[in-house]
């Protein structure tokens, strides 16, 4: 968490935040950047490092065709600038590292 404080906590992009009394799974580490534009450009820079990022919640389910249609633009925007980092419990330090440094490097 503290290798991402940095650009992720510009005001522009956010990371997660878990209070006190709250027991985290450790199961996603969700980022939400300021554009669309930046989200992809992480998340290409990552691919071409073999770190595998995700997109759940992507599109909005506002979105599908064999959903009625619902305007919500907060699902909207928030769909199209959230992305999932690598999270579980194999994942050395180094690979840590490397996913922030990654990370880092585009913002």
Request: net charge negative.
């Amino acid at each position: 968490d503290a290798l991402l404080s940095g650009p992720l906590e510009s005001g522009r992009n956010s990371k997660p935040s878990v209070p006190n009394d709250t027991e985290h799974n450790f199961s996603y580490y969700p980022v939400i950047f300021s554009s669309e534009n930046e989200l992809l450009q992480v998340r290409d820079s990552l691919l071409s490092n073999r770190i595998l990022p995700r997109r759940n919640f992507y599109p909005s389910l506002t979105t599908l065709s064999y959903v009625e249609f619902q305007h919500d633009p907060v699902s909207q925007d928030i769909s199209s600038r959230i992305l999932f980092l690598p999270l579980h419990h194999d994942l050395t330090q180094d690979q840590v590292a490397n996913i922030c440094h990654t990370v880092n490097s585009v913002l």
